[in-house]
């Protein structure tokens, strides 16, 4: 019963927004576009961070990786597939066509996470921390250096494949996926494993397994996002994808709160708006966004809603409890 | 027959030997005690038997299997149990969470079953549920079930802790230092505790204690450790008597005056 409503809410909503995106303020749209895009990235490494406790600050680069795999993709063999499928509708083959490109982009993240988490997810302590910062830089490096992805001068002639029902469409996949594995048994003992992971492995649970399947995840929903960033703006390039894109994202679910899905996606509004609402102050972000995670972390490390869910019946249990007092 | 074998041990930290040599038998449904003054090397030995250190040497046969090279949560799996001594709790979890994670290992349903919500993930995650429930209730913690662990007054944290182990379905639990921290009444409360879940799990326990009147009242058997030597082997009041152990003992209390 529960289930049947989560799926038609979400129904209704891509259709919602389909028809709306007709007619909203172009600035707007893009805001919203950014909001969900962002919205996959806080989510996901959240699973890392917030789930499984195991810090990572190179989600940009896994970005990067999805993004300019699917881009490559749809550059270089998109109009040879289409040409295959022109016994179908063309939106029908082109829809298809990208749903594919974003999940190879994808599943080409999560392999990098493979890579890089087996070797450093095995040993206890911030090896994360080091390998995904030094990641994140390779990466950047690697695609300067790929002339067939433009190298320095960025990847020009990306079709424009992404709208907002495709964003959330991903979005609503990345909190669902996540919400149901945090909801097993799987997911509890990943939550184990920040919460002890001596205590974690002494239960039976195999926390190296545990550890890099949550941080592969977290890497495939990073490479979704690559994707669909790069088939909304149709021109990549490297400059995007810094570090302080990275603890842009890391800064949302400071935030928002550790280990909690609600909380990333409030953190990734904020995020998102507030740039544009300071759009004076540009050159002031770096500063502003780590002074903001230092003063969190002293302050407030559980994020400003903590890790709760919020929740219809949460507020309203709020409200009351404000209004009897 | 025994249950437990441990064959000429040793463990060592940079130039310290925590555990040397050391060999000891442990027989189905047996409870044994091991004592010894701080630092001899007690919660070190169960630190190798749950494959938390790797012996320098020597072997640890549980069952017939040697242990030595497995990993914690492998060896889990085949049914050894333990507590600490300064409690592990999923402190920010809720006291039922804690026993649910201790069952993951008999989960049945994959990570699709639980993407898709499936009938088997459903029939699961309420397995579980009740089956965590149901050792919460024999351990008198039912009531307290959607509390915060760390909630929770310090006796119970330490009986949770062990209902917890006990949850993972062992057949051999290591207790280590269970009435740390707890009064006389406390204490004999654990014993008969201890004496209860042995009796209805078929149990055999290795129990680390100070606590006098809960090894003398429910181990049959004590081997004592000095300096990560087995220096005596027996029945309680053989051992409370045996000379080198009052010296080990009494040795430790002078130097515990001094710093
Ligand atoms: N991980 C470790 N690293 C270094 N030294 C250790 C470690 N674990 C135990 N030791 C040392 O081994 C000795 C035995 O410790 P332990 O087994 O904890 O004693 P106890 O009998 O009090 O439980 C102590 O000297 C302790 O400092
Ligand atoms: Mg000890």
């Known amino acids: 019963m529960r289930r049947n409503l989560l799926t038609l809410t979400i129904l209704i909503l891509i259709l919602f927004l389909s028809v709306l995106s007709k007619n909203l303020d172009p600035y707007i749209y893009q805001i919203l576009v950014f909001f969900g895009i962002n919205s996959i990235l806080a989510v996901s490494l959240n699973l890392i961070n917030g789930f499984t406790g195991q810090f990572s600050i190179g989600h940009a680069g896994f970005m990067a990786a999805g993004g300019y795999f699917s881009a490559a993709l749809s550059v270089y063999q998109g109009e040879k597939l289409l040409n295959i499928l022109s016994f179908l509708p063309k939106d029908l083959a082109q829809g298809a066509i990208f749903l594919v490109f974003l999940i190879l982009g994808g599943l080409f993240s999560a392999i990098l996470g493979l890579i890089i988490g087996i070797p450093t997810l095995r040993l206890k302590g911030d090896y994360l921390a080091i390998a995904t910062l030094g990641f994140g830089e390779i990466i950047r490096v690697a695609i300067l250096n790929l002339d067939v992805v433009g190298g320095p001068r960025g990847f020009p002639g990306i079709p424009k494949l992404t709208d907002i029902t495709w964003v959330t469409f991903w979005a609503f996949i990345a909190v669902v996926v996540i919400y149901r594995i945090i909801n097993s048994s799987h997911g509890r003992a990943i939550i184990s494993i920040r919460e002890d992971e001596t205590a974690s492995e002494s239960m039976g649970i195999n926390t190296t397994y545990y550890k890099v399947l949550a941080f592969s995840i977290g890497a495939f929903f990073a490479g979704i996002a690559g994707g669909l960033f790069a088939h909304y703006l149709m021109m990549l390039h490297p400059s995007s994808f810094t570090f302080m894109r990275s603890v842009e994202i890391l800064l949302m679910i400071v935030l928002g709160g550790l280990g909690s899905i609600t909380g990333s996606i409030f953190g990734a509004f904020i995020l998102t708006v507030l740039p544009e609402a300071l759009r004076g102050f540009a050159h002031l972000r770096l500063i502003i966004y780590s002074l903001t995670l230092i003063i969190m972390m002293l302050v407030r490390p559980s994020g400003l809603i903590g890790n709760r869910e919020i929740s219809f019946y949460r507020i309203f249990k709020f409200l009351r409890r404000k209004g009897i007092n | ?259």
């Open chain 2, 1 to 259: 027959m025994a249950v437990l074998e441990v064959k000429n041990l040793s463990c060592a930290f940079g130039g310290l030997m925590a555990v040397s040599d050391l060999s000891f038998e442990v027989e189905k449904n047996e409870i044994l005690g091991i004592i010894g003054p701080n630092g001899a090397g007690k919660t070190t030995v169960f630190n190798l038997i749950t494959g938390f250190y790797l012996p320098i040497k020597g072997s640890i046969i549980f069952n017939g299997k040697n242990l030595v090279g497995m990993k914690p949560y492998q060896i889990t799996k085949l049914g050894i149990a333990r507590t600490f001594q300064n409690p592990r709790l999923f402190k920010k979890l809720t006291v039922l969470e804690n026993v649910m994670i201790a069952m993951h290992k008999v989960y049945e349903a994959s990570l699709f079953d639980a993407l898709f919500s499936n009938r088997k993930y459903i029939q699961q995650e309420s397995i579980q549920r009740d089956k965590a429930e149901e050792y919460l209730y024999f351990f008198g913690l039912y009531k307290r079930k959607d509390e915060i662990a760390e909630n929770l007054p310090y006796g119970e944290q330490r009986k949770l802790e062990i209902a917890r182990a006990m949850a993972t379905n062992p057949s051999l639990l290591l207790l280590d230092e269970p009435a740390a921290g707890m009064n006389l009444n406390e204490s004999l409360e654990l014993v008969n505790l201890i004496a209860t879940i042995r009796e209805k799990f078929n149990l055999t326990i290795l129990i680390i204690e100070h606590h006098m009147e809960v090894v003398m009242n429910i181990c049959e058997r004590i081997i004592v450790l000095d300096f990560g030597m087995k220096i005596a082997e027996g029945k309680p009041e053989e051992v409370k008597n045996n000379p080198r152990v009052i010296e080990a003992y009494l040795g430790k209390e002078v130097k515990g005056v001094i710093h």
